[in-house]
């Protein structure tokens, strides 16, 4: 059997976590069995879904990687399919007219001992077809619904196993509005049928609506595909997912700094056990995954690791493919600003504690501007020491008298060492003073190394930069 999946967003709002974890697990079953990648956009409500949000969920599936093979299908520019499909279930009496009002139904549910528990009595089911067609053609308003079959509906689900839901738990649903319009469970068979959808991977929040789909393919006469439903992702409160756990859409992820392989790493961890790897390559990832080891149970969004995961990915990322990245992050803290490309032997050397691309780009500005703040508290604990400032005149003099090839981590430290020795004053705090006046800051990678990625013209003017404005008046 030739694989066929599809994913199908609902443009009501962006691409969000939850969707792009169903969305990666069907491309990965896609790719791994050579199968094809439908994406199929179920824009039916039309109040609420936009060409905006539409785009939104494209770009976050292009930025993830996520290439389609087919589509995209617009549900919405499809409902004549739909409504011919219930033409064909009414034709062979799977369906069936029901003329009740929304007040009639709303007396008989009331009516009854537990209103909460109530579901279609069937009362339009004994009217014969000449009467509800003849009814219809003279303008009384009708709805279509499914007649569920007696039998239980049941399946193998991928990741549950097997599940059943006897014809007493469910009523007969409604498959066109009285204004002709298709519903959500007839809009989707129909297209899943029309497209030859072989697995439906979705998430387990679809697990009851899968019995009354199953009564659409069996009233068609058309194989039911394979299901398999995916855990919720739960917040740290292990509470459902929301807004209220903070960021959870996949462009907002971008406009953080992370890396796309490092999203859909976590996203894939989320899903299925890959290995112990902190991250692996996309092709790797797909070499490995299988729908056997889908979690079966759900799973947490810890936000802690995917930074862990973004800081493996960006640390293993060559500067040169961060370059161009970074410029973005620095135009939103430099605006007004024409910025210097950071070279990468800044880029390399702070990196080492970058957990996102906008702290990355963060410690990149005293490589890239001058004018950059020190710290207050840095310059009240480090910048009082008269003996150490002095000792970093000298060091700074020092520094200018090596030769370009001699700009090195070791010589620079030996250098430094050799000036703290000979003022009196504790190597350490020549350190914190020159990490101050060349980041601005009391924290930052190796300050040998940060000293030599700085390079020489830009250290000697970094650092007096910092005596002028430590210096005593007068």
């Given at each position: 059997?030739?694989?066929?999946?599809?994913?199908?967003?609902?443009?009501t709002g962006?691409?969000?976590?939850?969707?792009?974890r169903?969305?990666?697990?069907?491309?990965?079953?896609?790719?791994?069995?050579?199968?094809?990648f439908?994406?199929r956009?179920?824009?039916?409500d039309?109040?609420?879904s936009?060409?905006?949000?539409?785009?939104?969920i494209?770009?976050?599936?292009?930025w993830?990687?996520?290439?389609?093979?087919?589509?995209?299908?617009?549900?919405?520019?499809?409902?004549?399919?739909?409504?011919?499909?219930?033409r064909?279930?009414?034709?062979?009496?799977?369906?069936?007219?029901?003329?009740?009002?929304?007040?009639?139904?709303?007396?008989?549910?009331?009516?009854?001992?537990k209103?909460?528990?109530?579901?279609?009595?069937?009362?339009?089911?004994?009217?014969?077809?000449e009467?509800?067609?003849?009814?219809?053609?003279?303008?009384?308003?009708?709805?279509?619904?499914?007649?569920?079959?007696?039998?239980?509906?049941?399946?193998?689900?991928?990741?549950?196993g097997?599940?059943?839901?006897?014809p007493?738990?469910?009523?007969d649903?409604?498959?066109?509005?009285?204004?002709?319009?298709?519903?959500?469970?007839?809009?989707?068979?129909?297209?899943?049928?029309?497209?030859?959808?072989?697995?439906?991977?979705?998430?387990?929040?679809?697990?009851?609506?899968?019995?009354?789909?199953?009564a659409?393919?069996?009233?068609l006469?058309?194989?039911?595909?394979?299901?398999?439903?995916?855990?919720?992702?739960l917040?740290?409160?292990?509470?459902?997912?929301?807004?209220?756990?903070?960021?959870?859409?996949?462009?907002?992820?971008q406009?953080?700094g992370?890396?796309?392989?490092?999203?859909f790493?976590?996203?894939?961890?989320?899903?299925?056990?890959?290995?112990?790897?902190?991250?692996?390559?996309?092709?790797?990832?797909?070499?490995?995954?299988?729908?056997?080891?889908?979690?079966?149970?759900?799973?947490?969004?810890?936000?802690?690791?995917?930074?862990?995961?973004?800081?493996?990915v960006i640390?293993?990322?060559?500067?040169?493919?961060?370059?161009?990245?970074?410029?973005?992050f620095?135009g939103?803290?430099?605006?007004?600003?024409?910025?210097?490309?950071?070279?990468?032997?800044?880029?390399?050397?702070?990196?080492?504690?970058a957990?996102?691309?906008?702290?990355?780009?963060?410690?990149?500005v005293?490589?890239?501007?001058?004018?950059y703040?020190?710290?207050?508290?840095?310059?009240?604990?480090?910048?009082?020491?008269?003996?150490?400032?002095?000792?970093?005149?000298?060091?700074?003099?020092?520094?200018?008298?090596?030769?370009d090839?001699?700009?090195?981590?070791?010589?620079l430290?030996?250098?430094l060492?050799?000036?703290?020795?000979?003022?009196?004053?504790?190597?350490?705090?020549?350190?914190?003073?020159?990490?101050?006046?060349?980041?601005?800051?009391?924290?930052?990678?190796?300050?040998f190394?940060?000293?030599?990625?700085?390079?020489?013209?830009?250290?000697?003017?970094?650092?007096?930069r910092?005596?002028?404005?430590?210096?005593?008046?007068?």
């Amino acid at each position: 059997m030739s694989v066929r999946v599809r994913f199908a967003p609902s443009p009501t709002g962006y691409l969000h976590v939850g969707g792009a974890r169903t969305a990666l697990i069907n491309w990965l079953f896609a790719r791994k069995h050579g199968g094809i990648f439908i994406l199929r956009v179920e824009d039916t409500d039309e109040a609420r879904s936009t060409l905006e949000m539409t785009e939104a969920i494209l770009d976050g599936m292009r930025w993830l990687g996520m290439n389609w093979d087919e589509g995209p299908f617009f549900q919405s520019e499809r409902k004549e399919l739909h409504a011919s499909t219930a033409r064909r279930i009414l034709a062979t009496e799977h369906a069936y007219r029901c003329f009740c009002t929304r007040e009639l139904l709303e007396e008989r549910r009331t009516a009854c001992a537990k209103p909460e528990e109530w579901r279609y009595d069937r009362l339009c089911l004994g009217i014969p077809m000449e009467e509800a067609e003849r009814r219809a053609g003279a303008g009384e308003p009708f709805v279509v619904r499914c007649r569920i079959p007696d039998d239980p509906l049941s399946w193998h689900d991928l990741v549950k196993g097997p599940i059943r839901f006897e014809p007493s738990e469910l009523d007969d649903f409604v498959l066109l509005r009285s204004d002709g319009t298709p519903t959500y469970h007839l809009s989707v068979v129909s297209d899943d049928v029309e497209m030859g959808v072989t697995h439906v991977i979705r998430g387990e929040d679809h697990i009851s609506n899968t019995p009354k789909q199953i009564a659409l393919y069996k009233a068609l006469g058309h194989p039911q595909p394979i299901f398999g439903h995916l855990p919720l992702i739960l917040g740290p409160d292990k509470k459902k997912l929301s807004k209220r756990h903070g960021v959870t859409s996949v462009m907002a992820y971008q406009d953080e700094g992370f890396l796309p392989l490092a999203l859909f790493n976590f996203l894939a961890q989320l899903g299925a056990y890959l290995g112990e790897e902190a991250y692996l390559p996309m092709d790797e990832i797909r070499e490995r995954f299988d729908l056997g080891s889908l979690k079966k149970s759900a799973s947490v969004f810890d936000r802690d690791k995917l930074s862990f995961i973004n800081y493996r990915v960006i640390l293993d990322t060559p500067s040169s493919a961060l370059r161009d990245l970074l410029m973005p992050f620095l135009g939103r803290i430099l605006p007004r600003r024409t910025i210097p490309v950071p070279s990468d032997a800044a880029i390399d050397v702070m990196k080492t504690r970058a957990k996102n691309l906008r702290d990355l780009a963060t410690m990149l500005v005293p490589f890239v501007i001058e004018d950059y703040p020190l710290d207050p508290k840095g310059l009240a604990q480090h910048a009082t020491d008269r003996a150490a400032l002095s000792a970093l005149k000298l060091l700074k003099t020092g520094f200018a008298a090596l030769q370009d090839e001699e700009w090195t981590p070791v010589k620079l430290e030996e250098i430094l060492r050799r000036q703290a020795d000979s003022s009196g004053v504790k190597a350490g705090a020549l350190i914190h003073l020159c990490r101050l006046f060349l980041t601005g800051t009391t924290a930052s990678p190796g300050i040998f190394d940060l000293v030599a990625a700085m390079g020489k013209a830009g250290t000697l003017l970094r650092l007096e930069r910092g005596l002028r404005e430590t210096s005593e008046p007068g």
